[in-house]
């Protein structure tokens, strides 16, 4: 048994295709690629090769999603180097759990290389776009630009649309104009409690037609009761936790960056009190051990208890979510790790295993009551709430849910409000973006993955694209100017929104599940990138003219 420590292998240009100012930053596009054993992995491709020679069999036990496969193959690839006879084999499975790996064992399977061929498309697009725009942005505007002379001028089609949701936004920031609108409000006085009711109308802008509405209301002031419901509420566990909602919770809840989550994260799966942190999968299999884990935190001063409930009867089935990259498990606490925890360590390791026992409990039980009225053919209402059952909230102290009281009311009763006034309010100027509202927008636009997402948004900060501010994203001159020149441009498709990438995922895809080969989609990504960098080319001056622009003002 021995272990590698990623991928073996990387892909890069010939000697010839190395030197910035040897070639055209477009002749990245059709330049032969090589893949070759990284430096730093020569002493375990050696090992490999060692303990292949006197070997029948391997066994390849790397994750099972498609950086996983592509690694076993790579090592697939070294071991037979040294002993075509090799028989190689697949474990597959998806959680570190005896019955799991026993499972595995008895099943060996083979690699999937339309998987492995998956990444090697997505490494070579990366590493031919990335190559050529980069080299075309520095070249042409270091030259030009005092500020820029030391600068590399990056480009990467996960890179630039991140970098364009931030610009975005800010531009709405900048575009926002405040709008006066109004609203009715009624509170009543009853039963020693005060019940403010909610106009069913929108806001009104219209100064005239509101205090037209209100005096309406104002003559005839009697409010009748025309409904009264009361029924049951229940607030939802979460569901099992994956790596994008824990940055997403970390960056908002314990101001974390993305880059820091991941990084903590993985020092808490090194030392071994966490499950791998990097995973799309938000549902349990159904032959998980939850009570073994849960045990383990029986005796913990801060939710012992908790676990305690949960192994006397309180214990219920996780949700199922809807995502399954069959590689591993959702994030949760393991058996037992080693060393103290302290600072960020401590945190992180504290929301994961709350969130676990969460997800194995019940949910919250409580009712709600509406009550609808009508004044002046004015239609609002009042809500209460009340709470049953915390069950998970209990553990949960991320979320809250309290009572609220409102006074009895029966149908048709009739009264007149204590106040009933016509209420001036303004809009409100939206901000930039947070890191969370950053994430959402990558994950819903496919930009990015589980394991990349926080680097893309690291690299935009070290490429001085964007300041961040707090928790919010401010782009640089530079970066205000790279986006809005692109978009001069008007070429057919933008470089800085996420539609390119998105289909080149998408295309990725349709490899592994055998829809196309990967030459076909390698040649049909090019088309469309060396389209563009020739429009680009074409057209650079209206980047320099932004740039010059924005770092004028």
């Known amino acids: 048994m021995t272990a590698v420590s990623g991928h073996l292998y990387e892909c890069d240009f010939p000697p010839e295709y190395k030197s910035w100012q040897g070639c055209d930053p477009g002749a990245c596009f059709d ?36 950086e996983g496969e592509n690694i076993g193959s790579e090592i697939a690839d070294v071991c037979r180097r040294s002993n075509s006879r090799l028989v190689v084999k697949r474990a597959k499975f998806s959680v570190i759990q005896e019955r799991e790996i026993r499972s595995a064992w008895n099943s060996l399977g ?45 480009y990467g089609s996960c890179q630039f649309p991140t970098l364009g949701f931030v610009v975005e936004q800010y531009e709405k920031v900048l575009r926002f104009k405040e709008e006066k609108f109004w609203k009715i409000d009624v509170v009543l006085k009853k039963d020693d409690s005060q019940c403010s009711f909610l106009w069913e109308r929108p806001a009104l802008f219209n100064h005239r037609i509101a205090t037209s509405i209100y005096e309406t209301c104002v003559e005839n002031p009697v409010a ?27 960056t908002s809840r314990l101001r974390m960056p993305a880059h820091r989550v991941m990084e903590v994260a993985e020092s808490l799966y090194r030392n071994q009190w966490i499950s791998y942190p990097r995973t799309e999968t938000d549902i349990f299999v159904d032959s998980f051990d939850f009570h073994e884990l849960i045990r383990a935190q029986q005796n913990h001063p801060a939710w012992g208890a908790f676990a305690a409930r949960l192994e006397n009867g309180g214990f219920k089935i996780p949700r199922k979510g809807k995502n399954n990259d069959e590689a591993h ?8 790790g080693s060393g103290e925890l302290n600072g960020e360590e401590k945190k992180l390791y504290e929301f994961i295993t709350r969130r676990f026992l969460a997800c194995c ?57 204590d106040s009933l006034m016509l209420q001036q309010g303004a809009t409100t100027r ?51 100017g790279l986006i809005l020149g692109y978009r001069k441009m008007d070429m057919q498709v ?52 932004t740039l010059r622009e924005h770092f004028q003002q």
């Open 110 to 154: 083979d690699l999937d290389m339309r998987k492995a061929l998956a990444v090697d498309a997505r490494q070579e697009l990366d590493l031919r776009i990335g190559a050529s725009f980069t080299r075309f942005q520095t070249l042409q505007l270091r030259g030009e630009f005092e500020q820029l002379a030391d600068m590399i001028i990056s």
């Open 494 to 545: 933008s470089l800085s929104k996420p539609y390119m990438r998105s289909q080149l995922e998408v295309n990725i895809k349709r490899i592994f599940e055998g829809a196309k080969t990967k030459d076909e989609v390698l040649q049909e990504n090019i088309f469309h990138y060396r389209n563009a960098y020739r429009d680009a080319s074409a057209r650079v001056r209206m980047i320099k003219e």
């Open 31 to 66: 330049a032969p690629v090589i893949k070759m054993v990284r430096k730093e992995n020569e002493p375990i491709k050696k090992n490999l090769q060692t303990l292949s020679r006197g070997a029948s069999h391997l066994v390849i036990w790397t994750d099972c999603d498609l």
């Open 224 to 250: 009748t009761v025309t409904a009264v419901s009361k029924r049951p509420k229940e607030k939802w566990k979460p569901l099992p936790l994956t790596t994008i909602e824990m940055m997403k919770f970390c």
């Open 430 to 480: 939206p901000e930039c973006l947070s890191e969370r509202q950053l994430i959402e927008k990558m994950e819903s636009s496919g930009i990015g993955t589980d394991a990349t997402i926080h680097e893309h948004i690291k690299k935009i900060q070290d490429r001085e694209y964007v300041n961040k501010e707090g928790d919010k994203f401010i782009p640089t001159p530079l970066g205000m």
């Open 361 to 417: 409990s019940e949910n919250a039980k409580g009712s709600i009551t509406t009550i609808d009225i009508s004044i002046a053919n004015e239609q609002f209402h009042a809500s209460g709430e009340q709470v049953h059952e915390k069950n998970y909230l209990d553990v949960y102290i991320y979320e809250s849910w309290s009572n609220k009281t409102i006074p009895e009311f029966a149908l048709g009763e009739r009264f007149i409000p």
């Open 329 to 336: 498990p959702p994030i949760h606490p393991t058996v037992g």
